[in-house]
Structures are given as C-alpha cells and as structure tokens.
C-alpha cells in the first residue's frame, strides 16, 4: 500500500502463484502506478488479475508500457484486473493466452475506471468463462488505437467487452468468438469505428462481428468480411 508514484521497471515476473497473482498494489489517494519495460509469465491468482492486481483512489492513474503478459490466469482478469481508478494507460503491449477462468476479462478486466486507452498493443489467444476474452470494463469507455485483438474468445463480446462505449481507430478484430453476442465486441453504449477491420469473427447469437445494445454506433471506412451470427 502506497501513495505518491511507483514505477517497476525492466522486471520479469514468473510462476507466481496468490489470492491476486504476482503482484498486488492498494494505491490511496493520489497515487500513481506504472509498469515499464516488464514481462509477467504463468502467473495464477486464485481470485483475481493473475499478473497484476491494482486497487486505487479515483485520482490515480495506471500506466503500462512496453510489457508483455503471456499465460497468466485468474478467476477475474487473467493477466490484470483494476478496480476504482481514474485512468488505465496501455501502450506498446502484449497479451497472449491468459485466461478469466471463472469470469470476466480474460486479459483485463475493469471496474469503476473513468477511462480506458490502449494504444499499440496486441491481444491474441485470451478467454473468459464470461464476458471479455481479451479486455472487460464494467464502467467508463474504452480507446483503443493501432491495437490488434486475435482469436479470442468469451460468451459475450469475444474480444471486449464494454458497458460503456468503445471508440477504436485503426485497429484490427480477426477471428474472435463470442458463444453469445458480439463475436468480436460488446458495446453498451455504442462503437465509433474509424479504419477499423473486422475479418471473421463469430457469435452464436446476435451480431458476429459487433453487437451493440444501446447508444449510436458509426463505421468510417472500415471493413467487415467473413463475419457470422448462427
């Protein structure tokens, strides 16, 4: 438990096992945490964020560069789950196989976060047992920038999940599956869409590529192709 900044950098994390995973951080008011430059590995929380756990004030903000996340599981956010911050920065990462096994968020998952970016990073091969197989955000909207999501998978929203609304800009959904709404996303309060792909992505019910269940949604310049609802 901290206040003020703390940055971990250039730090390998491996093989281990909590309640919440590798590392667990209560951030109080005003505290700010960054991660740069870091790779977190087969990591396991019995309960939540595999890799990293963060609980905070609304006055922080999490940030992290340049990391690498691969087969991390939890019940809840397989490799990262973050609970009542101001701002979730991510920039420049991976996330690859980690697992949600009892929930949401199979790579991230979010709760009473103001605002989510993720900037040029890469989600491939992440599930959840429920909503979110790469990222989950309970609150608040999610950017996402020059950021690919590959082959993931959820009941609902394939590779995200949010209540709130998703803007994505130059980003690429390919081949994610949702067993029930939203192959790729799941937006609760609309999808802005600009140069965006969405290429093979499934659902069993609604909308294979894109469900969205409230708000308005605008595609500009985008391409969907070989997407399915069955």
């Given at each position: 438990?901290?206040?003020?900044?703390?940055?971990?950098?250039?730090?390998?994390?491996?093989?281990?096992?909590?309640?919440?995973?590798?590392?667990?951080?209560?951030?109080?008011?005003?505290?700010?945490?960054?991660?740069?430059?870091?790779?977190?590995?087969?990591?396991?929380?019995?309960?939540t964020g595999g890799a990293?756990?963060?609980?905070?004030?609304?006055?922080?903000?999490?940030s992290i560069e340049d990391?690498?996340?691969?087969?991390?599981?939890?019940?809840?956010?397989?490799?990262?789950?973050?609970?009542?911050?101001?701002?979730?920065?991510?920039?420049?990462?991976?996330?690859?196989?980690?697992?949600?096994?009892?929930?949401?968020?199979?790579?991230?998952?979010?709760?009473?976060?103001?605002?989510?970016?993720?900037?040029?990073?890469?989600?491939?091969?992440?599930?959840?047992?429920?909503?979110?197989?790469?990222?989950?955000?309970?609150?608040?909207?999610?950017?996402?920038?020059?950021?690919?999501?590959?082959?993931?998978?959820?009941?609902?929203?394939?590779?995200?999940?949010?209540?709130?609304?998703?803007?994505?800009?130059?980003?690429?959904?390919?081949?994610?599956?949702?067993?029930?709404?939203?192959?790729?996303?799941?937006?609760?309060?609309?999808?802005?869409?600009?140069?965006?792909?969405?290429?093979?992505?499934?659902?069993?019910?609604?909308?294979?590529?894109?469900?969205?269940?409230?708000?308005?949604?605008?595609?500009e310049r985008c391409e969907?192709?070989?997407?399915?609802?069955?």
């Amino acid at each position: 438990e901290f206040a003020g900044t703390l940055t971990v950098s250039g730090c390998r994390f491996e093989r281990n096992v909590g309640l919440a995973g590798a590392v667990a951080v209560q951030v109080v008011q005003g505290g700010d945490f960054v991660f740069r430059s870091c790779e977190f590995n087969d990591n396991s929380g019995e309960v939540t964020g595999g890799a990293i756990a963060v609980g905070s004030a609304q006055q922080s903000t999490i940030s992290i560069e340049d990391a690498r996340f691969r087969r991390n599981s939890a019940g809840f956010g397989g490799a990262l789950s973050i609970n009542s911050v101001n701002a979730l920065n991510i920039t420049d990462c991976e996330f690859s196989e980690n697992r949600a096994l009892a929930g949401r968020g199979g790579a991230i998952n979010g709760y009473r976060c103001l605002g989510v970016s993720v900037d040029r990073t890469t989600f491939q091969g992440n599930s959840a047992q429920d909503s979110g197989g790469a990222i989950y955000v309970a609150d608040g909207d999610i950017r996402l920038v020059e950021s690919e999501l590959i082959n993931n998978e959820a009941d609902n929203g394939g590779a995200i999940y949010a209540a709130g609304g998703i803007i994505a800009e130059g980003s690429g959904f390919y081949g994610n599956h949702a067993t029930n709404d939203g192959g790729a996303v799941f937006a609760g309060t609309g999808f802005s869409g600009l140069d965006c792909e969405l290429f093979g992505n499934n659902s069993g019910y609604w909308g294979g590529g894109l469900y969205s269940f409230h708000g308005h949604s605008v595609l500009e310049r985008c391409e969907l192709f070989g997407n399915s609802a069955i």
